[in-house]
């Protein structure tokens, strides 16, 4: 090969590969500590804790939706680390937490109360307003669609000079979206306070993250818009919480986003609408239950005496009573008025809607 052609060939090679800061991982699949980490032991079983709830909860949801009880959802069960992790290094005060649609877990550790989380999933109107006094934005299934919004959020806050950060949640499709890659560009230029928390859990419905980019990081991507992106073991609630923290000083700091790609696996269903045993290989299901978070956060807090086995059941017996009331309660909410939905979708309603809205006060929802 010629001189100058080898030189080209060396140059494209390095575009293939980015280099990047290797993967933060404190707890092995078993629970043993790989190496210190700073979280107390109380703070570390209060996110077990939440995680279980979180874990819990869709269980749960999932068994309503059977039941016709409840409408589509997308369950976050192996995600509870990767979620939990990110809010435990937030102000709830101060930070906002922006979801896309799988974060349940996380957005429990910010505040937002299981009542309104069985409303929204029965898809009463009350619940799609977040609470006045949280630092939360909706659920969002536009996939991506909160990315801009999040940044905006992020820039407004340093405009006003407050203390306060944003950490805006996505999964690996969302990598591909355009406003992604806008939010990121406009994140750099504008050195916004904002961590963009990719929950890579290997699927978007049923395309691997292979089929979805030729990037051989997630977090790499952050390079070209000039900030930096560093991978975390999403299923270990230390790695997560220590990674996002960091992000969190330097977006305080004024250094401007970091985009953390969080390696998680989706254990359950991408929604109730889906059936992952028509293109999930099982044999990589069973590989990840192994590295179930709550399996490894438990196996860690018994090993340190932090709690043991009439302890764990225990927590189990007080989240089933609070998912319990929480249920009883949200279904102590009045059914809404059918209007509802129709009032907020156009300031003035097309012709479509409102002939949609005239049949249905002539014949009912039927
Ligand atoms: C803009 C947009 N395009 C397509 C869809 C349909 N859709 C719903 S979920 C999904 C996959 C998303 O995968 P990912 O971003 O990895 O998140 P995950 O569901 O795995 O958490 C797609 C394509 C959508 N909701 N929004």
Redesign the pocket.
């Known amino acids: 090969m010629k001189k100058a052609a080898r030189a080209a060939s060396a140059r494209l090679d390095g575009v293939r590969s980015v280099p990047m800061p290797p993967m933060v991982k404190y707890l092995d699949q078993d629970g043993e500590l790989l190496e210190k980490q700073s979280m107390s032991d109380e703070l570390a079983l209060e996110g077990y804790r939440v995680m279980l709830r979180g874990r819990r909860f869709d269980e749960r949801c999932v068994s309503l939706q059977r039941q016709g009880r409840m409408v589509t959802l997308?369950p976050g069960i192996g995600q509870e680390a990767a979620t939990v992790g990110a809010a435990m290094a937030l102000d709830a005060t101060t930070d906002w937490f922006v979801p896309?649609?799988?974060e349940l877990a996380g957005q429990l550790w910010h505040g937002y109360p299981l009542r309104l989380a069985f409303l929204w999933h029965v898809g009463h109107p009350i619940a799609f307003q977040v609470p006045g006094d949280l630092n939360m934005l909706p659920f969002q299934?536009?996939?991506?669609?909160q990315l801009p919004q999040a940044v905006g959020l992020a820039w407004g806050l340093r405009l006003k000079r407050a203390r306060g950060v944003v950490v805006a949640v996505?999964?690996?499709?969302?990598t591909s979206?355009g406003d992604f890659h806008e939010a990121a560009n406009l994140a750099g230029v504008m050195k916004a306070p904002i961590i963009f928390l990719c929950?890579n859990?290997g699927?978007?419905?049923s395309?691997t993250v292979e089929q979805q980019t030729a990037s051989e990081t997630l977090a790499q991507k952050a390079v070209a818009y000039g900030f930096p992106g560093i991978q975390c073991d999403g299923n270990d609630l230390f790695a997560v919480y220590a990674t996002v923290r960091e992000a969190v000083t330097r977006a305080r700091n004024g250094e401007g986003p970091t985009l953390v790609e969080a390696i998680t696996y989706?254990l359950g269903l991408?929604t109730t609408a889906d059936d992952p045993t028509r293109y999930e290989p099982r044999e990589m299901h069973d590989m990840w239950v192994d590295r179930d978070p709550l399996r490894r956060m438990q196996l860690h807090l018994v090993s340190r005496g932090v709690i043991d086995r009439s302890g764990l059941e225990r927590m189990e017996d007080e989240v089933k009573e609070e998912l319990r009331v929480a249920w009883d309660e949200a279904q102590k909410e009045p059914a809404p008025d059918p209007s509802y939905y129709f009032g907020h979708v156009h300031a003035s309603p097309s012709t479509r809607l409102g002939g949609q809205l005239k049949r249905f006060e002539r014949d009912g929802p039927g």
């Open positions: 997308a896309q649609y799988r299934a536009a996939i991506a669609g996505f999964g690996d499709g969302g979206q929950q859990n699927w978007a419905i395309t989706r991408h």
